[in-house]
């Protein structure tokens, strides 16, 4: 069987460097696979074959094959026009089940993670009020209802693009990272805030989200991000729940914004005096965790892996930030270094036995990706 691994532009170039991608190539060996590892560029415009890179005895190797049998899309672009290329490729060879994929879309937004929440009663109360920033209005009919508010990029990522905004004596105040950039701003009214970030960059479409009060250690507050994946036999398993430390001072608790990352046992360890309401921490978000794959997968169809972003507040209710199909698996002290690889190797192989099942006896099989 051949498995796929597509890779981001930026992917390309570490390869050869980074041992994580041997991990992988390990992995897909042990599910019974051959991994061809290759990015959008490497696809004949028919979507057949493919042009990559294989490792052998430590050593990469240029590949030509025909279309793997499974693709594990961690693609991942900064450009839009290439993302809109790769979600027009993924679209076109689901639609002609030329091979398995493993999410076969490309992301889900903000707002689309909101939506599908509220839409089920099982879920609606995991959902903070999120709706589109597309006027001033917006921002006030919010404000009246939350006493603080964050302010997001709607397909953004790594906790860049998100402020916070409450008022700071009769001042619309906002904190956080735009891109690069620290903000720590004072304005006189929230159409001041508007124009401020329409005046950054006009395109960017933005979500107002309700602020949720989350509990702080020593000054910091703290949020969850779960890794969910799918197993060698279909089923969602949970290999990764970590407990993200903001760093002081900083609105976003993501690592790439300095948040210090902990496996939940460190954690309470180190801090469960801190927060004693909270010592069912982990069942917690894991049971929040379940009930909104089930939600997602209703609302996109089947999916295989997804990373969603927790918060518990100070009176231990869950809510859930954001989902993303293409995690990124973090290097965590303590943890397994292909924890996250295996899971998705094998789900892989289980999408081929059920495809070629389908085959041999004429009947449509159940399709997980």
Partial sequence: ????????????????????YRLMAHQA?????????????????????????????????????????VI??????????????????LKTLFARRATRLIN??????????????????????LAPETRPLIAPSDLTAMSGRHG???????????GSDVVRLRDESGMAGIRG???????DERFGSVEEVFAFLKLLDPEMTWVVQQGIALPTVNGRSFDLRVIAQKDGEGQWQLPLVLVRLAREGHVAANMSQGGEPFLPDGFLRQFGSQIPHLPDLVERVSQAAHR??????????LLGEVGIDIGVDEQG???????????????????????????????????ARQARAGRETGTAQPVHA
């Fill in 1 to 20: 069987m051949q498995f796929g691994i597509m890779l981001g532009p930026a992917d390309e170039e570490r390869l050869r460097v980074r041992d994580r």
């Fill in 29 to 69: 060996r042990v599910a019974g696979a051959e991994p061809i590892f290759f990015t959008l560029g490497g696809l004949n415009e028919a979507g057949t074959q493919v042009q990559g890179w294989t490792e052998q005895d430590g050593q990469w190797h240029s590949v030509a094959t025909g279309l793997p049998e």
């Fill in 72 to 89: 594990y899309n961690r693609a991942t672009y900064g450009d839009r026009t290439q993302s809109q290329s790769a979600v027009g490729l």
């Fill in 104 to 125: 076969p879309i490309n992301s889900i937004s903000k707002l689309e993670v909101a939506d599908a929440l509220s839409f089920f009663p099982g879920t609606a109360g």
């Fill in 148 to 158: 603080a508010l964050f302010l997001k990029r709607d397909h953004g990522s790594h």
């Fill in 177 to 183: 990272r735009i891109g690069s950039r620290h903000v």
């Fill in 292 to 301: 909104t794959l089930l939600a997602l997968e209703s609302r996109f169809g």
């Fill in 317 to 351: 209710s869950t809510w859930v930030f954001e989902a993303n199909t293409k995690p990124l698996h973090p290097a965590v002290p303590g943890m397994e270094e292909d924890r996250l690889l295996r899971y998705p190797f094998a789900y892989g192989a289980y999408l």
